[in-house]
């Protein structure tokens, strides 16, 4: 038995290294449907209720996407575009710079994934890992499909 729950975010990119337009920073429309199965086979799995899991019980997925990737930059973490942490470090000590720094931090939330660029092959296994870090026991992390267009995704399953 499995379940799945579908998340959807917006974010922007870039990919380093690429030889192309994705290289210049655009934003998609991000799906990710996170499914989970049972551990038992067949109906085994399903509680007194008749539930495998509660849906909501995913939705601290959905609360890590909000926090880390919806609405955000998603950078390399070696993409020399991090310009904000770039400034807050240059200007310690300098107040007009400090608050130039500041307005740019607030203006432009960035996120640095791990390793690697944001990919959806690398989104996918990294929310493979928020996902198994968060849900219930009893049941583990089947699949991670992130769509980056609706006409493309990638799965991911552990392997
Ligand atoms: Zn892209």
């Not at 993409?79 to 942490?85: A, K, R, S, V, W």
């Not at 994934?113 to 870090?133: F, H, Q, R, W």
Request: net charge negative.
């Amino acid at each position: 038995m499995k379940v799945t729950r579908r998340f959807e975010f917006d974010a922007a990119h870039r990919l380093m290294g690429y030889d192309g337009s994705c290289s210049n920073i655009h934003g998609h429309h991000y799906v990710a449907e996170v499914t989970v199965a049972s551990l038992a086979s067949g109906l085994e799995a399903l509680d007194d209720l008749g539930m495998l899991i509660d849906f909501k019980e995913l939705k601290s997925i959905g609360d890590w996407i909000d926090v880390h990737w919806d609405h955000a930059l998603l950078l390399n973490p070696g993409d020399n575009l991090d310009i904000p942490t770039k400034i807050t470090r240059m200007a310690s000590g300098n107040p007009i710079a400090e608050n130039m720094a500041k307005v740019l931090c607030d203006v432009v939330e960035i996120t640095q994934l791990p390793s690697g660029n944001p990919t959806a092959e690398n989104m996918a296994k990294i929310l493979y890992d928020v996902a198994d870090s968060i849900i219930p026991p009893g049941v583990v992390v089947s699949n991670i499909r992130l769509y980056e267009t609706p006409d493309c995704f990638v799965d991911f399953d552990g392997r």
